[in-house]
């Protein structure tokens, strides 16, 4: 488990470098959007501490601003799985999903599946994440590899 976790914080910072390169906006949004995403940040330290339920409320108040932000519900969703809340956890992930048909929720969904025991599903999800090009871990696909009996 310790290397899924490794996995898992590596796969969040890819999340937190690709909003803060992708986001743009004009000088009106620059106030709102410096909120959501230092709310976002303050949220994912929290989640770093271990500190899952104080890191819900601010990546939801994140949310709050800027609803249509797939990362904010990726990075949500992370904290629900670590939580243990996989129900949730997905249910954040297939939100990112209907916002942007995006790898990266389709990968992180693919790790809540395989720690549930669903190898089909996060095989699907694995599959979505590599059509849609996002780097899906060597060893994650080993894990599962050797979690299902499957090559692929």
Known sequence: MVRLRKICETSTLILLISLSTSVTGSAQNADSLSEDIRLNNKGMQYSKKGM??????EITKAI???????????NRGNVYAEKGDFEQAISDFN???EID?????YYS???????QGLYDKAW???????????????EFIKML????????
Do not use: C, T, W
């Open 52 to 57: 899952q339920e104080e890191a819900i409320v």
């Open 145 to 152: 590899q050797d979690a299902s009996g499957r090559e692929r």
């Open 64 to 74: 709050q601003l800027k609803p249509n932000l797939p990362v904010y519900y990726i």
């Open 101 to 105: 048909n995006d790898g990266l929720a």
């Open 109 to 115: 969904r693919s790790m809540v599946y395989y720690k």
């Open 124 to 138: 699907d999800d694995v599959y979505h994440a590599l059509e849609d090009e996002f780097p899906v871990y060597p």
């Open 95 to 97: 939100k990112a999903i």
